[in-house]
């Protein structure tokens, strides 16, 4: 995590059942063994495989809406949150709009064969940089069946085997959504265990995938910050951390007011259950009467409950928003709700250090007409995605005009903000000579 | 690494020392804070600040050569080997080459503030995606204090702070090094925790900066096959794991046999001891008879001692060089030395199945003058750097014109093959807009 304050001796970690790790390497082989064949397909064949994909998921449509009533059944068994419920649910229309992204993800361009850089040397010699597939990756993610197809089809066009970790609360959509995925393969010819699912063998599976380096190119956890935080601890495998937003809007004393309410109001509540939402506001105290009780009163109009720290209290009572004071952790926290911090702040280097403080290094926000403000805000805040004077809900692949989205890297190495298709490439230099020696 | 066959079990990994772990979080911090300083420097300053280590470090040419005397003597009662004391040897000269070193890095161009990519999105966001420091990175190396200024003069100019764990046989020499590079730093007005050594604590300060996550944004470890291991195995901060060099060459029944000899031989013998060189010689049996005999002789008097795979041994008595029947793991050996492995195969596929089961992903060569030859063998091989006609000793950050080299990334995340200077930084996407919200 970003934000960990201080290093940790590592703890001894159980054994994993050497069972489930034959098992994983198995398929984690047979993966290898597949992509090795993706690798060499032409953008043609892979659009093709795409294609058929989708129509093999619509064909697929009643299994997959049986297979799916089998985790919703289970899910109001354990007692799921009807939010959960709804996210696990498949039904026609949503396995017709699966279907059709993955046709969305055929007609993006094809990041293999790139030639990133290149020039030939004093000697001759020319090199090539040039955009391959990692090979195999991993996901690892929680109870939402679309982004099994997703993920899938993203590894497809990229030229990537993919093994994917779903969770048991969707184990069954998963199962059906693989086979027909499988099906398409068989049916294009090509090796079916480019896709295979891990969600048997409990956590250790999950485990055994995170440390089968050699096999596994990359792991890419998506999910809470629990998830995510094991996967980084243990994971032998390179791993791509995404997710946690612990994202701030500052409200510059040089700020338009009104732009700031909107940015304020659409960084919180548009969408309060993703990550690139605001948890908290930091505000100037030079604008704090002029803006709070007009940001207050936006905030309950749209149902957002404020967690004050002690100067914003006394423009409570204007508010007609509910106002609790900030406790403990309430500025570190991704609320993933309708709760937003409010805090005033003597002036920006005081927001900079709250930032640095509590921030998880995904989206920071300011809004400032001052030119001078902006450049340092961009300059010193550490973050995948630095905005002045928009929402930061525009950190997005599909915003961002990539077309597609595999998660958000709020970690430094290989990719940061958001991934779509290049993400899922390495390089390979490739060198052409004619006899040169070294001397 | 990336020949191994199957998961493993993680194993209960012993606890680290908390009082290694504080200082090394003290040192962390320190360089952290110290790092965002750097991140703001112009390259005109960076510039300024590296002549300013060279010329301390010259100034400091007595005490550095009084520090290794010492750390020398400790070598030499403790039986270190001729070379390795070779390695480890400062004199005058060999400063002045340092020195010269980092003024060669100052003249390279700056990658902080790149503009990678970037586009005005159909609401009229301004998005570029820049490059920027890592932050505080980790360098864990063997016993050569020479790789000590290089990685600081690299860290510096890329903006980065470094913490540098140099290992015990070159602690006095590491100490000095460190202590005239942070005389500079202070000399320019700036923190000098950006440059810190970790030399004391024994192997848990290493542990305990591996493990640093949050605090230590990248580590690098460069040196032998172990050290590598370990720290993949045992970092949670993100690892580029370099170095381990199993190269192939395989010639082809096309190849141009004089070529072909000479790339052998300077592939192997021009320099045994680095990851760059040759430790596998494949030969396919159409052109054995025609070949074996005159790179046996070539090997020979080059001081080679071949190791044969069964289909070579007949053509040892032509060789005028050491040939010895192969021994188990002979060819997933790196040798660092003047050995060669050396077989026979049928055909390109049976090549590059040895080189997929015996590789290490590194460097892999053909000679031939078949295009369809070389195109396959230049898509189907898996490895950072993949030569047509050329030596493998190619594979340098030198020789590829980036002026400078960190390490040779085999891993496939974030970098791959021969990393400099864009390779030790992240990027930031920086977003401008004039009040957009998401609708």
Not at 140 to 157: M, S, W
Not at 340 to 347: E, F, I, K, S
Not at 411 to 438: F, I
Request: glycine share 8%; aromatic share 2%; net charge negative.
């Amino acid at each position: 995590m970003a934000d960990t304050p201080a290093a940790r001796p590592v703890e001894p970690v159980a054994p994993i059942d050497p069972a489930v790790v034959a098992h994983v390497a198995q398929v984690a082989t047979a993966a290898r063994t597949a992509s090795r064949g993706l690798a060499l397909l032409t953008r043609a064949r892979k659009d093709e495989l795409l294609h058929a994909v989708a129509d093999a998921l619509v064909a697929a449509t009643p299994d997959i809406v049986a297979g799916n009533a089998e985790d919703l059944a289970r899910g109001r068994e354990r007692g799921l949150a009807a939010g959960l419920l709804d996210r696990l649910l498949l039904d026609e229309q949503r396995i017709a709009a699966i279907a059709a992204a993955v046709r969305d993800v055929a007609a993006l361009p094809d990041p293999v064969g790139e030639v990133v850089r290149g020039s030939t040397l004093a000697n001759g010699l020319q090199i090539r940089q040039v955009r391959v597939p990692m090979g195999v990756v991993g996901m690892i993610y929680e109870a939402r069946p679309n982004v099994t197809v997703d993920a899938a089809a993203l590894a497809l066009k990229s030229g990537n085997a993919v093994l994917l970790r779903g969770g048991s609360a969707a184990a069954s959509s998963n199962r059906v959504l693989v086979a027909a995925i499988r099906t398409a393969l068989r049916g294009q010819g090509l090796d079916e265990h480019a896709v295979a699912s891990l969600d048997d063998g409990g956590r250790d599976a999950a485990r055994a995938l995170m440390t089968a380096r050699g096999l596994v190119d990359l792991v890419i956890p998506r999910g809470g910050a629990d998830l995510i935080a094991t996967v980084v601890r243990e994971s032998t495998v390179p791993v791509i951390e995404t997710g946690t937003g612990v994202n701030h809007v500052y409200v510059d004393e040089a700020a338009d007011l009104d732009q700031a309410t909107a940015i304020v109001l659409n960084s919180k509540a548009q969408r309060p259950s993703v990550c690139n939402a605001a948890e908290t506001l930091l505000v100037h105290e030079r604008v704090a009467e002029a803006f709070l009780p007009k940001v207050l009163a936006a905030l309950g109009g749209a149902g957002v409950t404020v967690h004050a720290g002690p100067e914003v209290l006394e423009f409570a009572d204007a508010a007609g928003a509910a106002v609790l004071p900030a406790q403990d952790g309430d500025f570190t926290r991704e609320w993933y709700s309708l709760d937003l911090g409010v805090r005033v702040v003597p002036d920006l280097d005081a927001a900079l250090t709250h930032i640095r403080t509590h921030g998880t290094q995904h989206t920071e926000v300011v809004v400032t007409r001052d030119r001078g403000v902006a450049r340092r805000f961009q300059a010193e805040v550490d973050a995948a995605v630095v905005v002045v004077n928009a929402s930061s809900r525009f950190t997005d692949g599909g915003e961002f005009g990539f077309g597609a989205e595999i998660g958000i890297s709020t970690q430094k190495l290989h990719a940061r903000g958001p991934m779509a298709l290049p993400e899922l490439t390495t390089t390979k230099w490739l060198v052409d000579g004619d006899g040169q020696v070294r001397t």
